[in-house]
């Protein structure tokens, strides 16, 4: 999950810069205007590493031992790299212009996320129009008074009738049971013998992350990127991943009874001594490509 709320300080020698949202730390990385090294903070007392908070870091930084990956990488940079030649010879951001590099520059820095709220309400006000229309008269106006009741009552209902909000994730939040890291960049995360009990991690980016003899019983994954996660010997007793992508996972030994696999893709997943005892896999996509059948139970069966 992209926490574009959060705005983050960074530090190098003690010279602190900021703050930035998650998207223009992601850009700086890929640019080189921050490194691995340099220090990041919400609320400049707390001090992180880049490198020790994940979903920071861009997904192209990880297999970049092969060649596509050092492809995907550069053409990451490419995207990134709008600059003017005399922006490009910053090396960090937010570094001051002088007046005539300011004048020359062919693009605004990067503005606090409140300051363009603030300027697009204020627009909004300037072009309101300044008089209001005559009311109608008649018949349009029991018409136009009828509506806008009618209008009124329907809001009221939806209101009431509106489920309470779902608590927010908190992607800083330490492993726990019933963690919320839904939507949450946890790339090559280390959460060996975790206890994730009942977690909600949907829609988590957990690619490549090390979950060997993690504790994930009723844990909600679905839809979660499980790409060649580890998870020998973890603990998914009715777990929900409905939806996730565990292509090339290791599930070797993990327990999965009564998980609930609907419509995931396990294509090249490896799943040897993987308890199956009563799991859900209707529509799933098979180790080997094949799409399970509806109804499908502890194994695939051809549709």
């Known amino acids: 999950m992209e926490n574009e709320h959060q705005l983050w300080f960074t530090r190098r020698s003690g010279e602190v810069r900021g703050p930035y949202p998650e998207r223009l730390i992601r850009s700086y990385l890929l640019l080189g205007r921050l490194r691995m090294d340099d220090e990041v903070s919400l609320d400049r007392q707390r001090w992180y590493a880049v490198r020790s908070q994940p979903h920071l870091i861009p997904v192209e930084f990880y297999d970049t031992d092969t060649p596509e990956g050092r492809e995907r990488l550069l053409q990451a940079r490419r995207r990134e790299d709008e600059r003017s030649p005399e922006r490009r010879a910053r090396p960090y951001p937010d570094e001051l212009p002088s007046d005539a590099d300011q004048r020359a520059e062919d693009r605004r820095r990067p503005e606090p996320p409140e300051l363009v709220s603030h300027r697009y309400q204020r627009v909004q006000l300037l072009q309101s129009p300044e008089s209001v229309s005559p009311l109608p008269q008649g018949p349009r106006l029991w018409i136009g008074v009828a509506a806008g009741l009618l209008i009124l009552l ?9 489920p309470e909000p779902d608590v927010l994730a908190d992607c800083l939040a330490p492993a726990e049971p019933g963690v919320n890291w839904s939507y949450c960049r946890m790339v090559g995360m280390d959460l060996r013998d975790a206890d994730l009990t009942g977690a909600n991690l949907s829609n988590t980016d957990l690619l ?32 929900r991943l409905t939806g996730a992508v565990l292509q090339e996972a ?8 009564d998980a609930d696999l609907s419509h995931a893709d396990l294509r090249g997943a490896r799943l040897d001594n993987a308890d199956l005892t009563d799991t859900l896999l209707g529509r799933a996509i098979w180790t080997d490509g094949r799409v399970c059948a509806p109804g499908s139970i502890g194994t695939c069966d051809s549709p």
Do not use: F, H, K, P
Not at 154 to 162: A, G, H, T
């Open 154 to 162: 329907l809001s009221l209902l939806l209101v009431m009738e509106r």
């Open 250 to 257: 290791v599930l070797i030994g993990a327990n999965l009874t």
């Open 208 to 239: 490549g992350a090390r979950l060997e003899g993690a504790q994930l019983a009723n844990a909600d994954l679905s839809y979660a990127d499980v790409r060649r996660a580890r998870l020998d010997q973890a603990d998914l007793q009715g777990a």
